[in-house]
């Protein structure tokens, strides 16, 4: 599974509360919470949920950008969440 390969690397530098491994956390419960409600459309729990969890993600990523935006523009890209706009 791709999260224990990222827990290994993370492990390597103790560091697991990272905001980079905290969005990948995130982007994984999103897509695996997107596929079930692809399934199950009326679970509004769920919807609720994933509403949740990108809002906590948004400002993970916000707050990175602000403090160092290399790191942030790698793992945009890393995770292909959205396109990076050039100006």
Known sequence: ???NSIISINSQEKNTGSIE???FCFTNK??????HLEL???DFLSQRGL????????RLLSYLANKNTVRYK????ELGIREIKTR
């Open 21 to 23: 491994f905290q969005v």
């Open 40 to 42: 199950h459309t009326k």
């Open 30 to 35: 999103i897509q695996r919470l997107t596929s």
């Open 51 to 58: 509403r949740k969890i990108l809002g906590k993600r948004q």
């Open 1 to 3: 599974m791709v999260k």
């Open 74 to 77: 790698e793992l945009i890209s």
